[in-house]
């Protein structure tokens, strides 16, 4: 069955340093790779995906993730944080499965960013 | 501007009540989407519909229900058969095809059962 890991609920990291947070998927074809990000009480919004092509992904807010199939894993970073980067990440993997596409999702990990 | 609106924000249910969800999204998407979240078990899907009239049971579809009457629109209703419905509810539109996607979200509700 498809899964996703993220093997740190929580993380905490002071503002200036960099992030890596990680994500392992168990997925038999080509994976499609999402992460997202959700402030309290707020939505998901996509920080960027993978489809194909180019291992290493630019997305939003500076952030960026290397999809590694050796390794089976598709963790994302940031050089230098920000205050405003606390909030819950999410890794998810897409699914395409009797005519459907569909996201399965990590637990999340809880980014905290102290000053 | 196009996006996800979910309505109400908060919405509080008694014991043996049903209630229900709403979701209207204005982006033309065809496929749409209810997830359920939990702290700490991230996302987990509910119900997924392609196009109007049609729709899938997810993961977790026991004591809820769905419908698509129009496109736009993809409420969800929590039935009282639903033993633990406190939770945070999410409604996703897909937008693409084929190797090139994504999602948008609303803003989501959060149900307590009082």
């Known amino acids: 069955a498809q899964s996703v890991t993220q093997p740190d609920i929580h993380i905490t990291v002071s503002e200036g340093a960099s992030l890596e947070l990680r994500c392992n998927y168990s997925y038999g074809a080509t994976p499609y790779l999402f992460w997202y990000v959700q402030s309290p009480g707020q939505g998901l919004q996509l920080l960027l995906k993978y489809f194909s092509g180019d291992t290493l992904v630019q997305g939003i807010k500076g952030f960026e993730a290397e999809f590694k199939r050796s390794q089976s894993s598709f963790n994302l970073r940031k050089p230098s944080v920000h205050w405003s980067d606390a909030a819950e990440y999410f890794c998810?993997?897409?699914?395409?499965?009797?005519?459907?596409?569909?996201?399965?999702f990590g637990a999340g990990t809880r980014l905290a960013v102290h000053p | 501007d196009g996006g996800i609106t979910q309505s109400p924000k908060y919405l509080f249910r008694k014991e043996g009540q049903n209630v229900t969800l709403s979701c209207e999204q204005n982006l033309n998407h065809d496929a749409m989407y209810w997830y359920r979240q939990d702290p700490g078990q991230g996302l987990r899907l509910i119900y997924y519909?392609?196009?109007?009239?049609?729709?899938q049971k997810g993961d977790i579809a026991e004591g809820y229900s769905v419908s698509r009457e129009k496109k736009e629109s993809f409420p969800l209703t929590v039935t009282s058969a639903q033993k633990n419905p406190t939770a945070f509810y999410l409604c996703?539109?897909?937008?693409?095809?084929?190797?090139?996607?994504?999602?948008?979200f609303g803003s989501g509700t959060r149900l307590t059962v009082v």
């Open positions: 998810a993997v897409g699914r395409f499965s009797g005519g459907y596409n569909k996201l399965i």
């Open positions: 996703a539109s897909k937008q693409g095809t084929g190797n090139n996607y994504g999602y948008t």
């Open positions: 519909s392609q196009i109007v009239n049609d729709f």
